[in-house]
């Protein structure tokens, strides 16, 4: 499995076109409301991505599963919005849906999604490609390593407001969780 897990990650970054990694980065680093969220199986990902990114930035939302907290985050749904969707083999409609939705408003979509490519692509500016391994479960090591490098080049990208801000962050999580250490203490 690690084997397999491993090649899949190294075909992966090999065929990522470096074109729709760019537009990627582009929308999660503008100053935009970013919308992140995944199916039953792939929520653990967009759940991940998100907390990455709002250490990074501001206006980051996680996308519960459950249809009433969704539907309230869609019904904000903007041009000023980017969502990236995750979207792998087995793909539910529900995630359609909601990608559908705010494309609908003017949101701009980054999809990452498998080999076999889910439908959201129709409506997406960027696709990310993560190629599943070949385990009973479709190992999804590769979609964990995009989210690293999406989230690296976006605080590359935003530069040293992103130190500001994790320090801020911090500062504000030691005043509110008990044990809280701020890094390097």
């Known amino acids: 499995t690690a084997d397999q897990s491993v090649q899949a ?11 729709e990694f760019e537009t990627a980065v582009e929308l999660l680093a503008r100053r935009r ?3 992140v969220f995944g199916g039953w199986f792939s929520d653990v990902l967009a759940r991940h991505l998100a907390a990455l990114l709002q250490g990074a930035r501001p206006e980051v939302w ?3 599963v459950t249809p009433v907290r969704r539907s309230s985050v ?4 903007s041009s000023h919005d980017v969502a990236v969707v995750f979207d792998f083999r087995r793909y539910e409609q529900d995630t359609l849906v909601a990608a559908q939705h705010l494309a609908d408003h003017g949101a701009r ?10 439908p959201v692509a129709g409506l997406a500016s960027a696709v990310l490609i993560a190629r599943a ?3 009973p479960l479709d190992s999804m090591a590769s979609a964990m390593v995009i989210c690293q490098a999406l989230e690296a080049a976006v605080v590359d990208r935003l530069g040293a407001s ?4 994790i320090e801020h962050l911090a500062e504000v999580s030691a005043t509110l969780i008990p044990n809280w250490s701020a890094p390097g203490e």
């Open 9 to 19: 990650i190294r075909e992966s970054v090999a065929q990522l076109p470096p074109g």
């Open 33 to 35: 409301r970013v919308v």
């Open 62 to 64: 996680h996308l519960d």
């Open 74 to 77: 869609l019904l904000d749904g």
């Open 109 to 118: 979509i980054v999809l990452v999604t498998d080999q076999w490519v889910s």
């Open 133 to 135: 391994a070949p385990t």
């Open 162 to 165: 992103v130190a500001e801000r």
